[in-house]
T-cell receptor, first 109, second 114 residues
């Protein structure tokens, strides 16, 4: 099946810093989503971004489908940004979403 | 509120017992997916339904079963529970089976087996 890798696995930043999270996938896809899982376990949809660039406040995402990667940018980090960020793609002949291993982001006040 | 409703939010039960988790998809979505997230693990796909029919199976144990009803809500039944079944169980829905317009996740059911 399709492989999804995320980097870095862990990231610790001071409040106010910027960060870039990366998601690589092994096959062509028609959809890619970024999720934030907060410390309470809730899985929050950030972006549906099969290609191109989208922005939502301090967050933005870019997917380059032809090169099989996506980037999530977080600017001016706040402590509420802490949690695990997952990217997920369907594909590999299956309609289910395959999740990456996640990036655990910790923002220190 | 994502539009996908999962109940209950928390469940504590003993080994050997049986529980039922419920999911109501977002209005208009026909496809329902169940995922399991064990402690410090990623999200593992369990099973998918589309308009009442099973569509795909993942790493779902034989002790687990699911169904989607005519009103499109879905239930995940977990039986002969073991300590290792303790996990977050998520339901997601999409308009169509391929999820080309995105998937919406519920807030999950946290199951603790003691």
């Amino acid at each position: 099946g399709i492989q999804v890798e995320q980097s870095p696995p862990d990231l610790i930043l001071q409040e106010g810093a910027n960060s870039t999270l990366r998601c690589n996938f092994s096959d062509s896809v028609n959809n890619l989503q970024w999720f934030h899982q907060n410390p309470w376990g809730q899985l929050i949809n950030l972006f549906y971004i099969p290609s191109g660039t989208k922005q939502n406040g301090r967050l933005s995402a870019t997917t380059v489908a032809t090169e099989r990667y996506s980037l999530l940018y977080i600017s001016s980090s706040q402590t509420t940004d802490s949690g695990v960020y997952f990217c997920a793609v369907p594909g590999g002949g299956n309609e289910k979403l395959t999740f990456g291993t996640g990036t655990r982001l910790t923002i220190i006040p | 509120d994502s539009g996908v409703t999962q109940t209950p939010k928390h469940l504590i039960t003993a080994t050997g017992q049986r529980v039922t988790l419920r999911c109501s998809p977002r209005s208009g979505d026909l496809s329902v997916y169940w995922y399991q997230q064990s402690l410090d693990q990623g999200l593992q796909f369990l099973i998918q339904y589309y308009n009442g029919e099973e569509r795909a199976k993942g790493n779902i144990l034989e002790r687990f079963s699911a169904q989607q009803f005519p009103d499109l809500h879905s239930e995940l039944n977990l039986s002969s529970l073991e300590l290792g079944d303790s996990a977050l169980y998520f339901c997601a829905s999409s308009v169509n089976p391929g999820g080309q317009y995105g998937y919406t996740f519920g807030s999950g059911t946290r199951l603790t087996v003691v």
